[in-house]
Every structure is written in structure tokens, then in C-alpha cells.
T-cell receptor
Framework: DAGVIQSPRHEVTEMGQEVTLRCKPI?????LFWYRQTMMRGLELLIY????????DSGMPEDRFSAKMPNASFSTLKIQPSEPRDSAVYFC?????????????FGNGTRLTVT | AQSVSQHNHHVILSEAASLELGCNYS??????LFWYVQYPGQHLQLLLK??????LVKGIKGFEAEFIKSKFSFNLRKPSVQWSDTAEYFC????????????FGQGTELSVKP
């Protein structure tokens, strides 16, 4: 099993540009999560999906952020337009769980720098 | 709203010292509890988990954690740390019937001096 795969590993972009982060969850996992990690705020849950359907997007900072999961093996997190305060490490995670009892399997993250 | 609080932001220990990292959560219902570890430059990995039963849980690499329901706590311990334990440690809570959603604490950075 290859684990959760994220791309790119690093992204440097200028303010105002569109950024797209990609994630391939572990096959058979029904849940997919997007987290953002910063020094100031720690790990924040942005959004999560169950069977490709967004369940809770209350953590999405604002309308500049959007996430999609067109099928069970792929998800994207898009920021348009990007701002310097979006600089963070974005983690994707997947889980087979249904009751909060299953651990999350994290990808290696995408380090985003917006200048 | 549910929250997780980790008491220490940064802990510095010498090798062979004992470790205890505090974690408290705010939620009155059924929870599942986790500790994750993030080594420098790597992703989060599961250290141990508690679902039910014996409140003393043993994980990988000699770590253990004790769930004290009355105190809403799930502290992480290790009797003797090693330099290789240098990492950031995250406590997380899974709320029953909220799917796989986990709420993480702010993290505690552990530095072990050789």
C-alpha cells in the first residue's frame, strides 16, 4: 500500500495566483480529510468527505478555499486567489472509520509558500 | 465546541529522563483518543489510541497513555526518552457519531538532548 499521496510536496507562488493541491487517499478508505498546519494555529481541519460527499466544511477559512472529490481516489484543495497568510503545510488524510474510532493515515503534506 | 488542550508547547529533556505530556479535552460524551507523532519533516504517524476498556494504553516505541475520564485527560508517558524521540506530539479526539473527524491539540514539541 502506497499510503496517502499528496502533490506537489512544495509549492511557491505569488499572491493572487491560483493554487491547487492534490490528494490520493488509500484505496478502500471512505473518509478523506484536509488539514492545515501552521505554527500559530496548529492543525486545523478544513473539510472532510465521506464517500466523496463533503460532510463538514466549517473549517474552510473563506470563499477563496474550495475542495472537491470527484471520485473515491482523488481530491483537490484549491485556493483562488492565494494570499501570504495561506502559507502553511496542508495535509490530506484518509480513514476507513465510521465512528471516530479509526486512526487517520496522513500524507506527507504540501508546503505552500505564498509571497 | 469540542476542543483539545495540550499543556506544554515545548519540552526539553535529557536522554533517559522520564516524559509526561498533558492532554485535556472538552466534550462530555463518548470519545476516542489518539496520540500522533510528527518527526521533523515528516507526516503525522499514529503512536497509540484508546477506544474502550483498560484506560492504560500501550503504543509503539515504549510510549503509553492513561485515560482518566473524570479529568477529561489523556496524558502521554515514556519512562526513558531517547534522542530519536525528538519530534512534535499531537493529542487528538474523535467524537462518536461524527464520522472519522478528529480534533487535534496544538502540539507539544519535544527536544531530547543526547
Amino acid at each position: 500500500d502506497a499510503g496517502v499521496i499528496q502533490s506537489p510536496r512544495h509549492e511557491v507562488t505569488e499572491m493572487g495566483q491560483e493554487v491547487t493541491l492534490r490528494c490520493k487517499p488509500i484505496s478502500g478508505h471512505d473518509y478523506l480529510f484536509w488539514y492545515r498546519q501552521t505554527m500559530m494555529r496548529g492543525l486545523e481541519l478544513l473539510i472532510y468527505f465521506n464517500n466523496n460527499v463533503p460532510i463538514d466544511d466549517s473549517g474552510m477559512p473563506e470563499d477563496r478555499f474550495s475542495a472537491k472529490m470527484p471520485n473515491a481516489s482523488f481530491s483537490t484543495l484549491k485556493i483562488q486567489p492565494s494570499e501570504p497568510r495561506d502559507s502553511a503545510v496542508y495535509f490530506c488524510a484518509s480513514s476507513p472509520g465510521t465512528s471516530g474510532s479509526s486512526p487517520l493515515h496522513f500524507g506527507n503534506g504540501t508546503r505552500l509558500t505564498v509571497t | 465546541a469540542q476542543s483539545v488542550s495540550q499543556h506544554n508547547h515545548h519540552v526539553i529533556l535529557s536522554e533517559a529522563a522520564s516524559l509526561e505530556l498533558g492532554c485535556n479535552y472538552s466534550y462530555g460524551g463518548t470519545v476516542n483518543l489518539f496520540w500522533y507523532v510528527q518527526y521533523p519533516g515528516q507526516h503525522l504517524q499514529l503512536l497509540l489510541k484508546y477506544f474502550s476498556g483498560d484506560p492504560l494504553v500501550k503504543g509503539i516505541k515504549g510510549f503509553e497513555a492513561e485515560f482518566i475520564k473524570s479529568k477529561f485527560s489523556f496524558n502521554l508517558r515514556k519512562p526513558s526518552v531517547q534522542w530519536s524521540d525528538t519530534a512534535e506530539y499531537f493529542c487528538a479526539v474523535g467524537i462518536y457519531n461524527q464520522g472519522g473527524k478528529l480534533i487535534f491539540g496544538q502540539g507539544t514539541e519535544l527536544s531530547v538532548k543526547p
